[in-house]
């Protein structure tokens, strides 16, 4: 699976996830409204995925990645004839190996 995106939507999803409202992400306290928005996700992985959203929107503009600059999103990497489950970390750490 893979996907292209624009660099602007890792910051778009974190403002998205971490919308969470008052003590939300804070507490174990009964889930706001707004975790509507991904069912199926428990408090501990909505403030995992605010984090990493988080994290990578700020690497790309660190980068200096324009937020219109096209990106390929991938849910699985070959490397060296070996398959591995992709992580954005993955992803970097095999590019600088390539370098």
């Known amino acids: 699976y893979s996907q292209t995106i624009r660099a602007a939507v ?3 999803q974190a403002d998205r996830a971490c919308s969470v409202t008052g ?3 804070n507490t174990n306290s009964a ?3 707004s975790m509507l928005e ?3 996700l428990s408090m501990e992985r909505l403030r995992w ?4 959203l ?3 929107a700020r ?7 324009a937020e219109s600059q096209e990106l390929l999103v991938v849910k699985k990497i070959q490397y060296h004839s070996l398959n591995f489950e992709a992580s ?3 992803g970097v750490a095999i590019g600088q190996l390539n370098k």
């Open 10 to 12: 890792f910051a778009e």
């Open 23 to 25: 003590s939300g992400l």
């Open 31 to 33: 889930p706001p409204k």
């Open 38 to 40: 991904f069912p199926g």
């Open 49 to 52: 995925l605010c984090f990493d």
């Open 54 to 56: 988080t994290f990578q």
């Open 59 to 65: 690497l790309l503009q660190a980068l200096g990645m």
């Open 88 to 90: 954005w970390a993955l």
